[in-house]
């Protein structure tokens, strides 16, 4: 009987001194702030994708100083990569592996070396024969973004993502002009798509105003 406990109590501490490093593998919290919003950029913060978890958004704490602000969620829909790298960092002009489901106007995010890269969707469409600009691919696809480009030298096979309508909720100051503090805070503000990014957005800004802490959870297949 005796035995029977040690052996039972050995396995029981294995266990325990394995799970640290086995929960160590796996996305759990994470925290971003944004806290120099503007008219033209209000506060935004984005969290990258996992490709083996859902993001779902837990808290935010903010700044406004209007009345009819809200906090705008959006996540990754449709994916694309970068075919061919663009002539200079500022390119409007991208080629991708195919234009299936892209929407004019939407957020599109590139993810290049780690880092994410945003821009709107001005225009897509395809060369249909060899062109130089295409580096003598036929019949490439391409997209036509806002000035500026990226802002990056692309590589072939960037991830890129177009991102969705938003979903909001009110995140009202009590009167114009005035700052306000506020906390939305529940199991599930928002709940992105799997393998996705999340971005959320205080808008419209008066002035200036602030993500002052957005925190999310990346849910794994195996939490």
């Known amino acids: 009987m005796k035995n029977i406990f040690i052996i039972g109590l050995t396995a029981l501490t294995l266990a325990f001194s394995l799970q640290p490093s086995a929960l160590g593998a796996l996305p759990t919290f994470k925290t971003l702030t944004a806290t120099s919003g503007t008219i033209a950029a209000p506060a935004t913060v984005t969290f990258p994708a996992d490709p083996n978890s859902q993001i779902r958004v ?82 490439a696809c391409f997209i036509v973004l806002g000035t500026g480009g990226w802002g990056v030298a692309s590589s072939v096979g960037d991830d890129i993502q177009q991102m969705s309508t938003a979903t909001t909720i009110p995140a009202p100051a009590t009167s114009n002009g005035t700052d306000l503090n506020g906390l939305a805070t529940g199991d599930a503000l928002y709940v992105g798509n799997y393998g996705r990014h999340v971005m959320v957005t205080l808008t419209p800004c008066l002035t200036q105003n602030a993500l002052n802490s957005v925190s999310v959870h990346y849910d794994s297949q195996s939490q």
Do not use: K, P, W
């Open 58 to 139: 837990i808290l935010a704490s903010y700044t406004t100083r209007t009345n009819n602000s809200t906090l705008s969620f959006q996540s990754g829909e449709a994916a694309f990569y970068q075919t061919i790298t663009n002539a200079t960092a500022s390119s409007i002009t991208n080629f991708i592996d195919h234009t299936n489901g892209l929407l004019a106007t939407r957020t599109m995010i590139l993810t290049h070396s780690g880092t994410l890269y945003t821009n709107q969707l001005a225009s897509y469409g395809n060369y249909s024969g060899t062109n130089s600009v295409t580096g003598g691919v036929t019949n």
